[in-house]
């Protein structure tokens, strides 16, 4: 096991250095520059300073070197559009609220997916099962930006329930409102993943209810809510493992459309922002961060699944 985690912690290493050099060269590569735009273009010699300033002056491959010599000491520059600022202070910023809304938006997807996959299942064939399956469609087919802006619509212009936008700090769970303005951001981002789960988890349950195993054990006497728990639902539970694998990261790293419609200072927004501006520091270390983010994921879900799953062994895997 610490030898395969150790193999995998390096091929993450060489993926996340691979990561950089493709961004950093495409960001170089697109004519233009971070002081190039404006209605008022910088006089020569200011600009000139600016580019000394920040490093812009020299080489791609040297700038590339004296940033990944900074990074990892966790020194990942100045934003050019918030030069009070660090981009470690401000992806920490950001990134905080984007993991709140990343947070709510699994455990709502996870647990209502998994609940309605195992309704759908047991109920197979029945309007209950097709009520599930077409929602579980009309989630998938429907991007969120779509979702989000029906829902400002109906919530907040025509029925004036909930706020239209705006993120609170967890103080509000105390306060009046109990934040209101965290409902319908985490409903539109959680239905497209918890529509796919509950499809896997309807077809993971159908398959189980039906296994050779589970004949037996009902065949023995055990009643249905042991057979369900013990056998059906231990063993369906197996495969969402590997679904759970891409969409916690895509869900921890902030959804652009999400973040902008409902007007939430997350990670997302300040990365469209800072591509626009061709903010080369903080679209780097952003970069890095989903890179970092999706390879530990993964490589947490390999464990998680070879735990839950005797079957698989890791040690297998190292010998070949």
Not at 52 to 74: E, H, T
Not at 127 to 146: E, K, Q, R, S, Y
Request: glycine share 8%; with cysteine; charged share 15%.
């Amino acid at each position: 096991m610490t030898r395969y985690i150790l193999g995998r912690l390096l091929s993450l290493l060489f993926v996340v250095i691979m990561v950089s050099m493709i961004t950093f060269s495409l960001m170089h590569a697109v004519p233009g520059g971070p002081f190039d735009e404006g209605k008022q273009p910088l006089p020569p010699a200011a600009k000139a300073n600016i580019m000394r300033k920040y490093g812009l002056d020299k080489p791609v491959w040297q700038q590339y070197l004296n940033y990944m010599k900074n990074a990892l000491r966790f020194d990942f520059g100045i934003p050019y559009q918030q030069p009070t600022t660090t981009v470690a202070e401000l992806i920490a910023k950001t990134w905080k609220i984007t993991a709140q809304v990343g947070a709510l938006t699994v455990f709502l997807a996870f647990s209502l997916g998994i609940t309605l996959g195992i309704i759908a299942a047991y109920h197979q064939n029945s309007w209950i099962d097709n009520a599930v399956t077409f929602m579980a469609t009309l989630g998938i087919v429907m991007p969120n930006f779509v979702i989000g802006t029906l829902a400002i619509l109906l919530f907040a212009v025509y029925l004036d329930w909930l706020p239209m936008g705006g993120w609170s700090d967890s103080t509000c769970l105390v306060g009046r409102y109990f934040c209101t303005d965290w409902i319908m951001p985490v409903v539109a981002y959680a239905l497209a993943p918890m529509a796919i789960i509950a499809r896997y988890t309807r077809a993971s349950v159908v398959e189980y209810m039906h296994a050779d195993f589970v004949r037996t054990a009902r065949a023995k006497g055990l009643g249905e809510r042991s057979v369900m728990l013990r056998h059906v639902l231990r063993n369906a539970m197996i495969p969402l493992v590997t679904v759970a694998g891409p969409i916690i990261p895509d869900l921890m790293t902030g959804s652009i459309f999400i973040e902008s419609i409902f007007r939430i200072p997350g990670l997302g927004k300040y990365f469209v922002t800072s591509t626009f501006n061709r903010d080369y520091p903080m679209i780097m270390a952003t970069i890095l961060l989903i890179a970092v983010l999706w390879g530990l994921v993964y490589l947490l879900t390999d464990i998680v699944y070879t735990w839950i799953d005797p079957r698989v062994r890791l040690g297998a895997q190292e010998g070949q």
